[in-house]
């Protein structure tokens, strides 16, 4: 995905059916028809990102925005310097739009005042399972925005350390098999515009009480897997 400039939507590039070894890929922009374009379009867009902020197994978009020029207004009245940051919920491939902006008002103040938002990234700030965000702002401080949604969806963090693959496993990929469901998330911290995000890997399990199996896939095309029915804690491989 993308963040473009005001007045461009954001830009979600999906590959069309399945790719053979050394072939190129086909992408094609999925955002009109998921629902993530129209509600993008306006604001200016930064440091954007997929993570589970609902621990529903579906990875979620937020988008930091704010504009470059501070009397933009003057010039266009639809623009604003400073951008409220934009949450899309994934509600699934088969709602009637994939993609669903948060409403502010079930996002908390904090969430909703606009700033003239730059990078952006998460981590288990607080510990207790589910992301939190940090977003880096011009001319203001950076805002912390607490996740604490109560849903009682279950998690699993797993946290590599690279034995023959370098230390902190980067370019590693965690699959956990969960309610027969396949859910594939890579140890790769860098994220958008001038950020990083944390190492451990956050796997929202919805529903369900555990993980059917783990695979880790290393760097170095080895794969290293098992049974793990445990959920609400940190494994460390």
């Not at 199996?213 to 460390?236: F, K, M, S």
Request: hydrophobic share 35%; with cysteine; charged share 25%.
């Amino acid at each position: 995905s993308i963040g473009n400039f005001s007045n461009e939507p954001t830009a979600l590039y999906v590959t069309q059916g399945k790719v053979e070894p050394r072939e190129m890929p086909m992408f094609v922009d999925e955002a009109v028809a998921t629902g993530l374009g129209p509600p993008s379009r306006l604001n200016l867009k930064f440091g954007l990102f997929f993570f589970d902020y609902d621990l529903d197994r579906r990875l979620d978009v937020f988008t930091a925005n704010g504009h470059l020029e501070e009397d933009i207004q003057k010039v266009q009245e639809s623009q604003r310097y400073e951008q409220p940051p934009h949450l899309f919920w994934n509600c699934g491939s088969d709602a009637a739009s994939e993609f669903m902006l948060v409403p502010e008002a079930n996002c908390g103040e904090g969430f909703s005042k606009p700033l003239v938002g730059r990078g952006a990234s998460y981590a288990d700030i607080d510990g207790d399972g589910d992301l939190d965000v940090l977003v880096t702002a011009v001319g203001s401080s950076p805002r912390l925005l607490r996740n604490d949604q109560s849903l009682n969806h279950h998690w699993l963090r797993v946290k590599l350390r690279g034995v023959q693959a370098n230390r902190d496993a980067l370019g590693a990929w965690v699959e956990a098999e969960v309610a027969g469901e396949t859910l594939t998330r890579p140890v790769m911290p860098t994220r958008s515009y001038l950020s990083q995000a944390e190492l451990p890997v956050t796997i929202g399990l919805g529903g369900a009480t555990k993980v059917d199996r783990l695979t880790i896939r290393w760097p170095d095309g080895t794969r290293q897997g098992g049974a793990h029915p445990g959920n609400g804690r940190v494994v460390e491989i």
